[in-house]
């Protein structure tokens, strides 16, 4: 059974089942920063005024498949037990979030927000649709935030995004 305890049902975006499942090169796993506030172009969203603030540490994943190009920032902050991993699509100087998988304290368990249609995908804007899975009020596999540390939270990602083999440890100094 997957991490999240369920699988992508039938419903979800053709596309998105399409880049989790299927074949990708990661032309870049990035650095992980901590105590710098996220530069708007390592996940542009022109359209939204998300950020990643200098309390979070975070990265950015860049990965090809099937002809597009793909980034998937990985943010977490220890004290709140927050987490989350955005996926995008590269379009030009923008991205199209696809899917937003996360941890909060105030909400039960792990879970993702998922673009079910073409409506949904908006170039520059982080807005996944209110589609949530597991359902808050669904059984939860994953209740607990846990230890977490940079090389947890790639791997948390990697798993979940079906990334392949992790990089070299020199890169969770």
Not at 12 to 31: H, M, S, Y
Not at 147 to 161: P, S, V, Y
Request: hydrophobic share 40%.
């Amino acid at each position: 059974m997957p991490l999240l305890g369920f699988a992508l049902r039938e419903e979800f975006d053709v596309q998105l089942r399409r880049v989790i499942n299927g074949p990708k090169t990661v032309t870049n796993w990035g650095a992980w920063k901590a105590g710098i506030k996220m530069p708007r172009s390592a996940f542009p969203l022109s359209k939204n005024q998300f950020k990643i603030p200098k309390a979070y540490s975070w990265c950015v994943v860049e990965f090809d498949s099937q002809g597009d190009s793909y980034k998937l920032l990985v943010a977490y902050r220890v004290d709140l037990q927050r987490y989350q991993c955005l996926l995008g699509k590269v379009v030009l100087d923008d991205t199209i979030v696809l899917a937003r998988y996360e941890y909060h304290a105030n909400e039960p368990g792990w879970h993702m927000h998922c673009v079910c249609d073409d409506a949904g995908q908006v170039p520059g804007t982080i807005k996944c649709s209110e589609k949530r899975l597991p359902a808050w009020s669904a059984f939860h596999k994953g209740k607990e935030f846990g230890t977490m540390d940079n090389r947890l939270a790639l791997e948390r990602a990697k798993r979940i995004f079906k990334l392949g083999k992790m990089p070299p440890a020199p890169l969770f100094a």
